[in-house]
Nanobody, 128 residues
Framework: QVQLVESGGGSVRSGDSLRLSCAAS????????MGWFRQVPGKELEFVSA????????ANADSVKGRFTISRDNAKNTVYLQMNSLKPEDTAVYYC?????????????????????WGQGTQVTVSS
């Protein structure tokens, strides 16, 4: 059974940084791309970042380009989201996600329906 557990959220001020972690278990982590999404109450899930199975390819939403960096450590079965220069509009619950099937080598899925497994979410709150 695939499990994803996020950590690292919190309350920070505008301009601060946070690093989110997502620990995966239940299957061979390095066979799958991984993604980060976020959601504000009353709105749909929003794509943030994705990383290919090897970590060689990444994709980021325009709203976070130049500020957020996704990475992974396949030896630790963990994906990270380094968030710098945080803004109040980054306030959301952040979810990591994994696809159902193994990924093509450079695949960086960006749609919610590309993913089958989701973590419980971690709250990020940025005040001005």
């Amino acid at each position: 059974q695939v499990q994803l557990v996020e950590s690292g959220g919190g309350s920070v001020r505008s301009g601060d940084s946070l690093r989110l972690s997502c620990a995966a278990s239940g299957r061979t982590f390095s066979n799958y791309a991984m993604g980060w999404f976020r959601q504000v109450p009353g709105k749909e899930l929003e794509f943030v970042s994705a990383i290919s199975r090897s970590g060689g390819s990444t994709a980021n939403a325009d709203s976070v380009k130049g500020r957020f960096t996704i990475s992974r450590d396949n030896a630790k079965n963990t994906v990270y989201l380094q968030m710098n220069s945080l803004k109040p509009e980054d306030t959301a619950v952040y979810y990591c996600a994994a696809p159902l099937a193994s990924s093509a080598y450079y695949d960086t899925p960006r749609r919610t329906h590309d993913y089958a497994y989701w973590g419980q979410g971690t709250q990020v709150t940025v005040s001005s």
